[in-house]
Structures are given as structure tokens and as C-alpha cells.
């Protein structure tokens, strides 16, 4: 009866008429019945413990008051007919700002870094809104990690989104912060993947485009290890065809340095 009382508030108004039902009925079994307060006088004394109840539920519903005022905002957002999250992401972050000053969650704040996320990927988007959109979903995933620091999406988000804005070492030191965190679940979160796909891409560019041949080598026999130890924990299962092949890539690129006898230089 607690949990759902409790549940209610934080799933916005889902439980709340069961959560009203639970609390009528636990006053009416608290409740004495009159005839009862009439044969025994001393028992309106007990009645004083029922009023403990009172302040919980003043506060619940202060609470679930809140809360309904945060469901109201983001309805548009996320569950209208034309979502606006999918249709203007702009004034979606709009509606998702306004919902965590009532509601602040790890969730309210991930979901706008997303939708800040998408809007940075717009078409035809000038370099300095694109920056400005990236720089909010940092943001965004760092009020993520302060309200849910152990949830490994946040970091491993956040990373994405700094290595876009070409922050390279504070995007890995996320990475392997991500990694930490998941534990054994490489299979669910794909940390290893992802940043081995990011590490691939990055320096792919700086061989083909810088002629860093030697640090790219490196990096991409890091990139090797990091398939290696998602694969035993079925990171790439659920990629099917797309891990395979980037699998397949990797190796290609690091047979064709080795053969144009490039050394590797240490990761740093």
C-alpha cells in the first residue's frame, strides 16, 4: 500500500486513483466505528496515532500535484498525437526544461540531452547553433549523472556528445566511466562498442586526413581489444550484420598498416 502511495508520485498519475483508493481504505479500517466510541469513551484517545496519517498525505499530495503539473507539460513532447519531440525538438527542450523545474529526474534530464542531441543534427544548421545544441546536451547529461550517478547510459551519452564537439579526452575518460559502471552488462549497454566505434572513427579520420598513421595503428589495436572483450560479453549479439562488419573493417585497416609496415606508437 506504501509502495503504490509512494509509486504514484513518481509515475506521475499513474497510481494515483489506486493510490487514493489504498488510502481510503486504510483510514476506514483505522477508524473505529461510532457505536464502539460510545461504549468505550477511551477510545477517541486512540484515534490520535490516525493523525500521523494526515500530514504523509498532505504531502503526497503536494507532491502528485507537482508531478501532474510536470505530466500536463510534457504530454505534447512525448505522448501527443504530433509529438513535437519528433516535429520541433527546439520547442520540445522547451517543454522538457519547464517539466524538470517541477519534476527534476535522470530521466527528464537524459531525454533532453537526446532531443538536444537531435536538434544539433538538423540539416543546413549554422556551426554555432550546432555547438550551442551539443554544449546543452553535455549539460543536460551532467544533470543526468549528478541525479543518477550510477546509471551507466549517462556517461556513455554524454561522451557522444563530447566527442562532437571535438572534447576527445573528456569523451573517453566517459567512455571508460561507462564501462565501469555497466559491470558485466556489455550485452544491454554496448559501452565497449560504442567506444570502440568512436575511437575507430576518430582516428580513421586523423590516418586519411592527417597522415597519422602511427597513433591511428595504435589506437585502432585498442579498438580491436575493445570488440574482443564486448564480444565475450555478446556485446555485438544484437548488432547481427552491422557489428560484423564493422568487426570485419577494423581488421582490414589494421592488416593494411601492418603490410605498409607502419609501427604503432603507445596510447597515451
Known amino acids: 500500500m506504501a509502495g503504490t502511495l509512494l509509486h504514484s508520485n513518481f509515475s506521475f498519475v499513474t497510481h494515483t486513483l489506486p493510490g487514493a483508493m489504498y488510502l481510503g481504505l486504510a483510514f476506514g479500517f483505522a477508524l473505529p466505528r461510532r457505536e464502539l ?20 498525505a498532505i504531502l503526497l499530495g503536494l507532491l502528485g500535484g507537482r508531478a501532474s503539473q ?25 517543454h522538457l526544461q519547464s517539466a524538470m523545474e517541477r519534476w527534476p529526474g535522470s530521466e527528464l534530464a537524459g531525454r533532453s540531452g537526446h532531443l538536444s ?11 554555432d547553433e550546432q555547438q550551442a545544441f551539443l554544449t546543452q546536451a553535455v549539460n ?49 549497454f554496448r559501452a565497449r562498442y560504442h567506444f570502440a566505434s568512436y575511437l575507430y572513427h576518430r582516428w ?9 598513421a602511427g597513433e591511428a595503428l595504435g589506437q585502432f589495436l585498442r579498438v580491436r581489444e575493445l570488440l574482443r572483450e564486448s564480444t565475450k560479453q555478446h556485446g555485438l549479439d544484437r548488432l547481427g550484420k552491422e557489428g560484423r562488419d564493422f568487426v570485419k573493417t577494423v581488421e582490414q585497416s589494421i592488416s593494411f598498416l601492418e603490410g605498409a609496415q607502419v609501427r604503432p606508437e603507445p596510447v597515451r
Request: hydrophobic share 45%.
Open 140 to 188: 543536460s547529461y551532467a544533470k543526468a549523472i549528478l541525479l543518477n550517478p550510477y546509471d551507466p547510459e549517462w556517461p556513455l551519452n554524454r561522451a557522444t556528445a563530447l566527442g562532437m564537439l571535438g572534447r576527445h579526452d573528456e569523451a573517453e575518460r566517459d567512455f571508460e566511466k561507462a564501462i565501469e559502471l555497466q559491470g558485466g552488462m556489455e550485452r544491454n
Open 37 to 56: 466510541v460510545r461504549e468505550f469513551p477511551g477510545m477517541a484517545a486512540r484515534l490520535a496515532p490516525c493523525l500521523l496519517f494526515v500530514p504523509g
Open 70 to 94: 510536470a505530466y500536463r507539460t510534457l504530454w505534447p513532447v512525448l505522448f501527443g498525437k504530433d509529438s513535437t519531440e519528433r516535429a520541433v525538438p527546439a520547442i520540445a527542450l522547451e
Open 204 to 212: 580513421y579520420d586523423a590516418w586519411v586526413k592527417e597522415r597519422r
Open 117 to 127: 542531441r537531435v536538434a544539433a543534427s538538423a540539416e543546413n544548421l549554422p556551426p
